[in-house]
């Protein structure tokens, strides 16, 4: 009974004690002890298992296939849960097939798909390697475009950059003709904006089907540094050459225009007989020609008087075609409403009088040749003489009236 009790009471000090260390934190309980204090020590960073991917069907594993190419990932490990009991090694290759040869993706980016795949009872384990012939940075600049606007409005930026290749994705049934043409277009509408026009070429992936990807080469003779030192130029002597163009009125200014392109370009006789063999690509045949170093064929007058123009305001559209047989190119202005050819070389060449303010009639006369079914008609009345008099009380309004309210009536 005695050890029962003492027993009793040693528990309940025991417990007294373990209690008021508990409150009391760092309180000693014996005089003299000394405190240890050891540091938090976190526990050693355990990596978490990689997530793995899980399919249950071909179609499934062959979009993981193409996140994978579209991230550009090398290799991979799938988990393949297989439902049916297929060759689950055959569908591996089909799936490679499949996507090399029918999907845009596959077809442009891939070299060769390796899967090898381990029966775990319930499942497959896939390891899969990809190889590539592209680089991610190449993937990553694939421009999705639904339309033919977004085509241009793309290449225009491209072109200005002077890059040596773009990549669209889209289900437009491009050809390397329309290509072509989308790619002059942007070029003869910005002269500023792009010195050199470039020699396109054209791969599409895969060979057949409507969803593709268009990869487009550019071809420069000349380089990079080269032609973004021309275009700062260009950006200049645009600046420079519309500022000091003067006149109070749209018909003033024109004439203005064309007669400082006169006095400060000559027609480059040598280039023109060797046009053909350089094209676009002859610095005689672009702005930069025409503007920073004052000599042009045709085709750079004409360039060069469009990027005026646009500076100044003036709408105008550069026309290629052909004069007595050789190729040749000039511009549509639009003034006070109506249309006009202004041929600025043959200005240069034979007196501003012979190509100036011209109608689809004259110029026919003139044996000029272009595309009439694609091109505003030139229609307009007025002549170098009539504009050469015109003040602002004398400008015709969009309807090709005169202006002016106090003309006396014919008697």
Same mark, same amino acid.
């Given at each position: 009974m005695f050890i029962h009790r003492l027993y009793k009471v040693t528990k309940i000090s025991a417990i007294m004690v373990i209690a008021a260390i508990a409150v009391t934190g760092c309180v000693n309980f014996l005089e003299g002890s000394k405190e240890s204090v050891t540091e938090h020590q976190a526990a050693p960073y355990i990596r978490p298992p990689i997530e793995q991917i899980a399919v249950s069907d071909y179609n499934e594993f062959v979009q993981e296939l193409l996140n994978l190419i579209a991230l550009h990932e090398t290799n991979s490990h799938m988990l393949y849960y297989s439902l049916d009991g297929e060759d689950v090694q055959a569908e591996m290759e089909r799936a490679k097939e499949e996507i090399l040869s029918e999907h845009p993706l596959g077809a442009f980016a891939v070299a060769d798909i390796t899967a090898s795949a381990t029966r775990i009872v319930t499942h497959y384990e896939v390891d899969i390697e990809i190889e590539y012939k592209r680089t991610k940075e190449q993937i990553d600049s694939i421009i999705n475009v639904s339309a033919v606007r977004g085509v241009l409005n793309n290449l225009l930026d491209i072109m200005s950059q002077y890059k040596d290749e773009a990549f669209f994705r889209s289900r437009l049934q491009l050809s390397e003709d329309d290509i072509t043409e989308y790619v002059n277009e942007t070029y003869y509408q910005n002269p500023r904006r792009i010195v050199m026009l470039p020699i396109v070429t054209l791969e599409v992936f895969p060979d057949e089907g409507e969803d593709r990807i268009y990869k487009i080469q550019f071809g420069y003779s000349e380089n990079l540094s080269v032609l973004q030192r021309f275009g700062e130029l260009l950006d200049i002597y645009v600046e420079r050459n519309a500022a000091l163009v003067e006149g109070s009125t749209e018909s003033e200014i024109l004439l203005a225009l064309v007669s400082s392109m006169i006095e400060s370009t000559?027609?480059? #006789? *040598?280039? !023109?007989?060797?046009?053909?063999?350089?094209?676009?690509?002859?610095?005689?045949?672009?702005?930069?020609?025409?503007?920073?170093?004052?000599?042009?064929?045709? #085709? *750079?007058? !004409?360039?060069?008087?469009?990027?005026l123009a646009d500076e100044l305001g003036i709408e105008c559209h550069v026309i290629l075609g052909q004069h007595e047989g050789q190729l040749h190119a000039w511009n549509i202005i639009s003034l006070y409403g109506d249309y006009y050819h202004v041929d600025v070389a043959m200005c240069v060449v034979k007196g501003i009088e012979e190509a100036f303010l011209k109608t689809d009639a004259d110029f026919e006369e003139m044996m000029y040749t272009w595309d009439r079914v694609n091109t505003v008609r030139a229609t307009g009345e007025l002549t170098l003489d009539d504009i050469s008099g015109l003040d602002d009380s004398d400008e015709p309004d969009e309807t090709g009236e005169n202006n002016g309210e106090n003309d006396e009536e014919e008697e």
């Open positions: 000559r027609f480059d #006789e *040598g280039a !023109a007989r060797t046009h053909h063999m350089h094209g676009a690509q002859n610095l005689a045949a672009t702005a930069y020609g025409a503007l920073v170093r004052g000599s042009a064929v045709g #085709e *750079g007058f !004409a360039m060069a008087f469009k990027a």
